[in-house]
Nanobody, 123 residues
Framework: HVQLVESGGDSVQAGGSLRLSCAAS????????MGWFRQVPGKEREGLAT???????AYADSEKGRFTISKDNTKNTLYLQMNSLKPEDTAMYYC??????????????????WGQGTQVTVS
């Protein structure tokens, strides 16, 4: 049973930083592809970053340089470090996982399993 639980969302001021975490349980995720997405009410879910089992990352062009995805396999935890936050980063942030070994881009249709999300508000 795949379970993904996000945490770390908060209300911050513009220019601040946050680190989101996604605790994965229920199976071994070492060779899975994982990613971060976000969604604003009324809009499509947007891909931010993915990380495959080899450690290769893919980022959305819009967030490249501000956001960094990483993973601690010993803790089965995925992270998203977000810097220089802007009000337009306000959204629900979701962790996703898929047993495919790699993806070329953070595309939501490539991921089968999702967490419940954590809210980030930037003012």
């Amino acid at each position: 049973h795949v379970q993904l639980v996000e945490s770390g969302g908060d209300s911050v001021q513009a220019g601040g930083s946050l680190r989101l975490s996604c605790a994965a349980s229920g199976r071994n995720y070492v060779k899975w592809c994982m990613g971060w997405f976000r969604q604003v009410p009324g809009k499509e879910r947007e891909g931010l970053a993915t990380l495959d089992w080899r450690g290769i990352t893919a980022y959305a062009d819009s967030e490249k340089g501000r956001f960094t995805i990483s993973k601690d396999n010993t803790k089965n935890t995925l992270y998203l470090q977000m810097n220089s936050l802007k009000p337009e980063d306000t959204a629900m942030y979701y962790c996703a996982a898929d047993p495919r070994e790699w993806v070329v881009a953070p595309e939501k249709t490539l991921f089968a399993h999702w967490g419940q999300g954590t809210q980030v508000t930037v003012s």
